[in-house]
């Protein structure tokens, strides 16, 4: 059985994203890995061909030119994936987005999840639990816009795409069937500073073809309701970026922010504390039972 990996990324440098470590947590998994390499107004490229020369036996980097004009509902980011994912060979893919990280003491989970899943027709992919690091890497955001579960390992072969904005993957439409591995995705695409925060909104806008913001605050991090501390630990590939991380966002001390989203939110979270389920959660797939396995 053969894994491909692949990601996209374009401005990687501009928006911070912690991209090298990305890939890095994801190569132990995969027996190839893809990098759709956007045209970018920084030294992306760069990095990609770093990656590819530290991993020659397993990178194969594709560029592509991100169309600009007429884009909504983060089609591009669909369209660029979906480029990534034709490229694999492998029987499993593993996606993962340039903001996000496996941690290695998870990849046995991810691994053991692959063998269960692989014989059993029924099943197209594999659902991850998503750590959502807000502000800095001390603290997680929780709450029903943010999202619990994602696929991010699925079989080759099926017809599989992903799915508006590429958060997560469609087959015919229709959502995956999936299976859970308890592995994590660690999301840190709100680690940000003040000025990373204002270069990200105004970049990723055009992307759902909206103006870019100039109201001030479109560009804070608020102390949300169900917000936690982390007492884990970080992903290895993490440790320098986290160390040299420098100005970012203590959220525990901001300043709160009561509009509808946050009160669904609050609403949410007092519901999960005594019923086990989340009222009205947007998924990508239709976790299964693995008593079939």
């Not at 509902?73 to 369209?79: A, D, N, R, Y």
């Not at 660029?80 to 499993?92: E, I, T, V």
């Not at 015919?172 to 995705?185: C, D, M, Q």
Request: glycine letters at 6%.
């Amino acid at each position: 059985m053969k894994i491909s990996g692949f990601t996209i990324v374009r401005n990687a440098e501009i928006l911070d994203f912690p991209f090298k470590e990305s890939v890095r947590s994801a190569i132990p998994l995969c027996d190839e890995f893809i990098i759709n390499c956007g045209d970018s107004d920084d030294n992306t490229y760069s990095l990609c061909d770093e990656l590819q020369k530290e991993f020659p036996d397993k990178i194969k980097i594709i560029r592509s030119v991100w169309e600009r004009e007429n884009q909504t509902g983060g089609f591009q980011l669909k369209s660029q994936s979906d480029a990534a994912m034709k490229q694999c060979r492998g029987n499993w893919l593993i996606y993962i987005q340039a903001d996000e990280v496996f941690h290695e003491e998870d990849y046995p989970k991810i691994r053991n999840a692959i063998q269960k899943a692989n014989p059993l027709t029924e099943v197209d992919g594999i659902v991850f639990d998503y750590l959502h690091f807000y502000g800095n890497y001390f603290f997680l955001a929780r709450g029903r816009n943010w999202y619990r579960r994602e696929v991010r390992a699925l079989k080759n072969g099926r017809g599989i795409e992903s799915f508006r904005d590429a958060q997560g993957f469609r087959l015919s439409g229709k959502r995956l069937n999936a299976i859970a591995s308890e592995a994590r995705v660690f999301h840190y695409g709100y680690v940000r500073n003040q000025e990373g925060l204002m270069k990200k909104t105004h970049q990723l806008s055009q992307w759902w073809g909206e103006a870019p913001a100039t109201n001030e605050k479109a560009f804070q991090i608020y102390r949300l309701f169900g917000l936690t501390s982390f007492q884990g630990t970080h992903p290895h590939t993490m440790s320098e970026k986290i160390k040299y991380s420098s100005n970012l966002i203590d959220p525990s001390q901001c300043k709160r922010r009561w509009n509808k989203r946050e009160l669904k939110n609050a609403i949410t979270l007092l519901w999960e504390k005594i019923f086990p389920f989340r009222i009205g959660e947007y998924r990508n797939y239709n976790l299964i039972s693995r008593k079939s396995e």
